[in-house]
C-alpha cells in the first residue's frame, strides 16, 4: 500500500489517498478520456481506495462531469459513465469514481505529486477509439514489448499490480 497525494494545477485543491495499484502503466485512448484529459490523446489512471480519499485543500472547488457512455445510442438509451472529478479553476482533471466500483477511485496520473513507480512496461487499451494521430500502433518503436487492445484487456489495474510485484 502506498499513501498518495495529489493537486490541481493552480494549487486550489489537494488530496491525498492510499492506492494497492500506484504503477501508472496503463493508456486509456477512449474518446472520453482523450477528450476530458487533454494531452497526448489518452489518459492514465491509477488506482486508489475510496475510503482512504481526503481532500486536504479546496473540497468547494471540486466538479465533476459525467460523459455520456456511447453517443450513437439513441438518447433513452444513453449511459453515463463514472463522475470525473476536476478543478474550477484551472480544470485539472483529478480523479474518477464508478458507482459500479464504490470501493475505488482512479486518480489521473498526471495529478499526483507524491514519486510514482516507473513502469517496466506499458497497456494501451480501447485503441479502436483512438485518434489516429496517437495511437502507438502508427508510431514506430512504440509498440515493442507493451500490451495493445482494441477494448478493454482480460484483466484489471488489480490484477495488473499482482502479476508485476517488482514495480510496484
Given at each position: 500500500?502506498?499513501?498518495?497525494?495529489?493537486s490541481c494545477h493552480c494549487g486550489?485543491?489537494?488530496?491525498?489517498?492510499?492506492?494497492?495499484?500506484?504503477?501508472?502503466?496503463?493508456?486509456?485512448?477512449?474518446?472520453?478520456?482523450?477528450?476530458?484529459?487533454?494531452?497526448?490523446?489518452?489518459?492514465?489512471?491509477?488506482?486508489?481506495?475510496?475510503?482512504?480519499?481526503?481532500?486536504?485543500?479546496?473540497?468547494?472547488?471540486?466538479?465533476?462531469?459525467?460523459?455520456?457512455?456511447?453517443?450513437?445510442?439513441?438518447?433513452?438509451?444513453?449511459?453515463?459513465?463514472?463522475?470525473?472529478?476536476?478543478?474550477?479553476?484551472?480544470?485539472?482533471?483529478?480523479?474518477?469514481?464508478?458507482?459500479?466500483?464504490?470501493?475505488?477511485?482512479?486518480?489521473?496520473?498526471?495529478?499526483?505529486?507524491?514519486?510514482?513507480?516507473?513502469?517496466?512496461?506499458?497497456?494501451?487499451?480501447?485503441?479502436?477509439?483512438?485518434?489516429?494521430?496517437?495511437?502507438?500502433?502508427?508510431?514506430?518503436?512504440?509498440?515493442?514489448?507493451?500490451?495493445?487492445?482494441?477494448?478493454?484487456?482480460?484483466?484489471?489495474?488489480?490484477?495488473?499490480?499482482?502479476?508485476?510485484?517488482?514495480?510496484?
Open positions: 500500500m502506498k499513501h498518495l497525494k495529489g486550489a485543491i489537494e488530496y491525498e489517498f492510499d492506492s494497492p495499484a500506484p504503477v501508472p502503466f496503463m493508456r486509456c485512448f477512449c474518446s472520453i478520456c482523450r477528450k476530458t484529459s487533454g494531452g497526448g490523446g489518452y489518459t492514465i489512471n491509477i488506482m486508489g481506495m475510496t475510503d482512504s480519499l481526503h481532500v486536504t485543500k479546496g473540497k468547494s472547488e471540486l466538479q465533476s462531469y459525467r460523459a455520456v457512455r456511447d453517443k450513437s445510442k439513441p438518447k433513452e438509451e444513453q449511459e453515463l459513465c463514472q463522475n470525473r472529478y476536476f478543478c474550477r479553476s484551472c480544470a485539472t482533471y483529478l480523479w474518477a469514481h464508478c458507482e459500479d466500483y464504490k470501493q475505488w477511485i482512479y486518480p489521473y496520473a498526471s495529478s499526483i505529486d507524491s514519486e510514482l513507480p516507473v513502469p517496466q512496461v506499458m497497456t494501451s487499451i480501447m485503441l479502436d477509439y483512438a485518434a489516429k494521430w496517437a495511437d502507438p500502433r502508427n508510431l514506430p518503436g512504440r509498440t515493442e514489448g507493451n500490451d495493445m487492445f482494441d477494448e478493454y484487456p482480460p484483466y484489471s489495474l488489480e490484477q495488473w499490480h499482482k502479476d508485476h510485484p517488482r514495480t510496484s
